[in-house]
């Protein structure tokens, strides 16, 4: 019995041993192969693709197609499947890799129509434009090519081979990120079904166009003169928020070819560098919150397609969809499309069509290399006057001493109407008149006190000759910035990521002051209450993870948002929850007028009861336990390789209890966060600091799959450099027939 015993253990260990052979095959070999030695490529002239210590790329060749086709290539051994699904995501096309789970996504896609936008652009893009985007496609396809034996393996666990890339697929990835900075519709419908059943009078407070006190001269990015650094010479500091993701969202690289020397962060799937620095100039990004996206209540027969718009009855385009679905039977998607776009839902038995500014893409052309070889600020915005989305804040300075804040992306012109809720689609008097001229939109460079400052919050000024509507942020991040700057002294790379990792909230701190001091004026009898102002007296606004005064202020505002929202609109006041929210709460909270109660003592005092029975719920009775950190955890799972069972673990980052909050420099929910954290010095060609959440690469084994997570933690960055880096790896490509 025992020999049968030791067979079957011996047995048992000799598979493991060879199934831990063959995951070292799978997960190291592989996918990990080729970064050193010489591979034959379609290019001009010899191209090296240097990688450093952080596995960062540094591509030199002969020419700028040569330089894109490397950065195909070098992208593609690093990121090859998260390509795939990103151009999957916004064709709609995951269902047919990831089965029925994928299908809702796949059809919100498909309603947007990204697909045939993204292939309609392609086709009118300028021939330089295209041929850029074309030579990185090339680059992608040529890996592919001499890889399908030996593909990442979420292509093997998933059971397909990817595709050929194609310069649409570029162009998707593209509108996939310029819907990530757009959706402002779900808005304009929240607050059109408030004031159907509310007060209209109090539901128009929650959406203001602007916020009141926007400094003008975020996402964060911030440029600073030369008087206000160490140095003489601007800096510029950057952390666009975006939802996590594993591998991380930007890819950082560095590209090197005549009239071309540009490092940062690049999109998988994109060529060329997104945010970054070149030898003259570097720049920052935050999303302009501007809204380009309407919804139009069509007189719309949805069996014939007929529809009334301007006196006239026209017919709407029937498209019909078909879904590919892994496991099962394609699902089919029928739509019909008006002169304002999709109908993408039905309120009430009423259709209502989208209009989005990304899908007018007569004229839009592709300007990053434009932008990265910019030499000046004349040169870097008449780039980026030609960029057709998404709406965007592009802070920058340049080696002159110069900076700047352009506004940039195609702002819709209304006329009749603010873009903030569903109108009637079948009067023609609600149309879009174009786009606002570049050279009318919010541009500032210079100014006297030496900072520009950009936080999600509204630049326009009050004389804007047009209509302005958005979801733009508080300007609180935007003066905290301001206020650490100005209190930093002479600023150097050290102080500026310092004041990205900055956690106070001036809105939880307000609304904690507020409570305390009602409870104060109250003598408050409520025991839960009495001990909520007890535990947020004295407290500093730092949304720290371990701390018990931040999780309760926390869930306060939770508490009274809920409750002006609900006083608005009873029915629908629960799902108030827009980026404008927090300093709406705030103005009210400040204001205290009549309107919104009668007693504002009496609702702050019963939302931090609330607030604390909840708190007890979650974390106990002993409010001196509670942790912030808690409620406020980020997970960076991997979408496919994170769920293999007893395995997945190694691939996931997390869970991870964080500093900060979505009202904080420091913005971090466990939805989204700091996506990057970047420094720069352009008088410097090697003074740029820059840090992803986890590493450069996407295969779990490389070394650099996670090598920048404890850094990014502890608000570390890294040194990305321009001339002098160093040489770990060397891959040449060499032309084919010269080897």
């Keep these: 019995m025992l020999k049968i015993v030791f067979r079957i253990v011996n047995t048992l260990l000799a598979a493991a041993a060879l199934a831990a052979l ?12 080729g970064l050193s030695g010489e591979v034959a490529a379609p290019v001009r002239a010899e191209v090296r693709i240097v990688r450093d210590g952080m596995g960062v790329p540094h591509i030199e060749a002969g020419s700028i197609e040569d330089a894109l086709f490397a950065q195909g ?4 051994q690093d990121r090859l499947w998260q390509m795939d699904s ?8 995951l269902a047919e890799i990831a089965g029925r789970v994928a299908l809702e996504l796949d059809i919100r896609a498909r309603q947007l129509r990204m697909r045939r936008i993204a292939e309609r652009w392609a086709e009118t893009l300028p021939a330089e434009q295209r041929a850029q985007l074309a030579a990185y496609a090339r680059g992608v396809n040529h890996f592919l090519e001499q890889n399908l034996r030996r593909l990442p393996p979420e292509f093997t666990l998933l059971g397909y081979a990817p595709r050929p890339w194609r310069v649409a697929d570029t162009l998707l990835c593209a509108l996939q990120m310029n819907r990530t900075l757009s959706g402002n519709w779900e808005h304009d419908l929240l607050k059109h079904r408030m004031l159907r059943t509310g007060r209209p009078e109090l539901v128009e407070q929650l959406f203001p166009a602007r916020l009141g006190t926007e400094p003008l001269p975020g996402s964060n990015a911030w440029a600073v003169s030369g008087q206000r650094t160490a140095t003489g010479k601007p800096l510029l500091a950057n952390d666009p928020h975006l939802p996590w993701t594993q591998p991380a969202t930007w890819h950082l690289v560095h590209l090197k070819a005549p009239g071309l020397n540009v490092a940062g962060a690049a999109l998988p799937g994109i060529p060329g560098i997104v945010i970054g620095r070149n030898g003259r100039l570097a720049w920052g990004i935050t999303a302009l919150q501007f809204d380009n996206m309407d919804l139009y209540i069509e007189k719309l027969d949805m069996r014939t397609g007929r529809y009334e718009h301007a006196g006239r009855v026209m017919q709407a385009v029937r498209e019909t969809e078909r879904i590919a679905v892994k496991g099962g039977q394609p699902a089919q998607l029928e739509q019909w499309v008006t002169v304002h776009g999709p109908v993408i839902l039905e309120e009430e038995g009423r259709p209502m069509a989208l209009r989005w500014s990304a899908a007018e893409i007569e004229g839009a052309e592709f300007p990053v290399l434009e932008w990265n070889r910019a030499q000046n600020a004349a040169e870097f915005r008449a780039a980026l006057g030609r960029l057709p989305g998404p709406n965007i804040n592009v802070l920058f300075a340049d080696a002159d001493g110069n900076t700047g804040w352009q506004t940039a992306g195609r702002l819709p012109v209304r006329e009749g109407f603010d873009g903030s809720t569903p109108v009637d689609g079948a009067s023609g008097r609600f149309e879009w008149k174009g786009f606002v001229p570049f050279e009318q939109m919010p541009f500032y460079s210079n100014p006297k006190n030496g900072l520009l400052v950009s936080a999600n919050h509204n630049p326009f000024p009050e004389n804007t000759p047009y209509s302005v509507s958005g979801f733009f942020s508080s300007p609180d991040r935007a003066l905290q910035i301001t206020r650490r700057l100005e209190a930093a002294g002479k600023l150097d790379a050290e102080k500026m990521m310092a004041v990205q990792m900055d956690v106070y909230s001036a809105l939880h701190h307000g609304l904690a002051r507020a409570a305390v001091e009602a409870a104060k004026r109250r003598g408050e009898t409520n025991e839960a209450a009495r001990e909520g102002a007890r535990l947020l007296e004295g407290w500093d606004g730092q949304m720290r993870a371990g701390s ?18 609900e006083r608005a609109s009873p029915k629908h006041g629960a799902g108030w929850r827009t980026f404008l929210a927090p300093g709406v709460v705030a103005r009210i909270v400040g204001e205290k007028r009549a309107e919104w109660f009668d007693n504002f003592d009496l609702m702050l005092s019963n939302a931090l009861a609330d607030a604390v029975e909840e708190g007890r719920r979650m974390q106990g009775r002993r409010m001196e336990k509670w942790r912030y950190g808690r409620a406020n955890q980020v997970s960076l799972a991997h979408p496919v390789m994170g769920r293999i069972p007893w395995l997945g673990g190694y691939f996931n980052f997390g869970p991870v209890e964080m500093d900060g909050a979505a009202t904080t420099v420091r913005a971090v929910t466990e939805a989204y966060g700091p996506s990057m954290r970047f420094v720069a010095d352009p008088s410097d060609a090697d003074g740029t600091w820059i840090v992803i959440p986890t590493g450069n690469s996407g295969h779990r084994l490389t070394g650099h799959y996670g090598d920048q997570w404890k850094a990014y933690l502890e608000g570390r960055a890294f040194r990305l450099a321009l001339e002098k880096f160093e040489t770990k790896q060397m891959l040449r490509l060499v032309p084919e027939g010269k080897r």
């Design 73 to 76: 290539y070098a992208t593609a």
């Design 86 to 93: 990103l151009r999957r995501l916004a064709a709609g096309e």
């Design 548 to 565: 018990a005064a931040a999780f309760l202020a926390h869930l306060l505002y939770q508490h009274v948002r809920r409750a002006i929202g």
């Design 22 to 33: 063959g995951a070292g095959y799978w997960l190291v070999w592989r996918p990990g192969g």
